[in-house]
């Protein structure tokens, strides 16, 4: 599975960015497809996922109610809505996908694949 994460960029807090992960190789579908982030100096962090089979998804609870993730299975892709932006969020996003079970979905080592980032800077 190949995976083409895009739609970073530079927005003023409190702004909306929608950041795509396209899939080849595989259909989205039969994977967990997450979001994780990885700021300057710190360790990557998850922030959304979207469980195999549309079973369900789950946020971080430093971006609960602000993102959503959703996924379009005949563009075979994910995305992530970003709304009320904060300095705080700003970070090379990346999105993966894997077979990780409930308990494990925030582990980054729990996902096969990755996609190469794609950077968020959000400005006060």
């Known amino acids: 599975v190949q995976l083409q994460a895009s739609g970073g960029g530079a927005v003023q807090a409190g702004g909306s960015l929608r950041l795509s992960c396209v899939a080849s190789?595989?259909?989205?579908?039969?994977?967990?497809v997450g979001w994780f982030r990885q700021a300057p100096g710190k360790e990557r962090e998850f922030v959304a996922a979207?469980?195999?089979?549309?079973?369900?998804?789950y946020y971080a609870d430093s971006v609960k109610g602000r993102f959503t993730i959703s996924r379009d299975n005949a563009k075979n892709a994910v995305y992530l809505q970003m709304n009320s932006l904060k300095p705080g969020d700003t970070a090379v996003y990346f999105c993966?996908?894997?077979?990780?079970?409930?308990?494990?979905?925030?582990?980054?080592?729990?996902?096969?694949?990755w996609g190469q980032g794609t950077l968020v800077t959000v400005s006060s």
């Open positions: 993966a996908a894997g077979t990780p079970i409930l308990s494990a979905i925030s582990i980054p080592s729990m996902y096969a694949y």
């Open positions: 190789g595989r259909t989205t579908s039969s994977f967990t």
């Open positions: 979207f469980r195999r089979n549309n079973s369900g998804s």
